[in-house]
Nanobody, 124 residues
Framework: QVQLVESGGGLVQAGGSLRLSCAAS????????MGWFRQAPGKEREFVAA????????YYADSVKDRFTISRDDAKNTVYVQMNSLKPEDTAVYYC?????????????????WGQGTQVTVSS
């Protein structure tokens, strides 16, 4: 069992930056691939970024590539997403998720554990 708690959301102007953190409980964090997803009002949850177990591979949605960077610190049981050059269309609730496999996935239904989400609002 893994419990995930996101933090770092907030209100930022377009062009600004935020770093989201996701802290995981348990001693097996390094065993999980991790992902970030987001959901805007009236829209389906969508993939943002993911990182494999041990951090060897990273994956990004086209909409955030070259602006967002996912990373993990297994010593701190934490995964991060650094979000730069934010746009109003990045406004959403951001969720982190854990998957009990080496490789990450683009698909939300392939993740086993989810956090409660953190709100990111980008003003124009």
């Amino acid at each position: 069992q893994v419990q995930l708690v996101e933090s770092g959301g907030g209100l930022v102007q377009a062009g600004g930056s935020l770093r989201l953190s996701c802290a995981a409980s348990g001693r097996t964090f390094s065993s999980y691939a991790m992902g970030w997803f987001r959901q805007a009002p009236g829209k389906e949850r969508e993939f943002v970024a993911a990182i494999s177990k041990y951090g060897g591979s990273t994956y990004y949605a086209d909409s955030v590539k070259d602006r967002f960077t996912i990373s993990r610190d297994d010593a701190k049981n934490t995964v991060y997403v650094q979000m730069n050059s934010l746009k109003p269309e990045d406004t959403a609730v951001y969720y982190c998720a854990a998957r009990r496999y080496y490789s990450a996935s683009y698909h939300a239904n392939e993740y086993d554990y989810w956090g409660q989400g953190t709100q990111v609002t980008v003003s124009s």
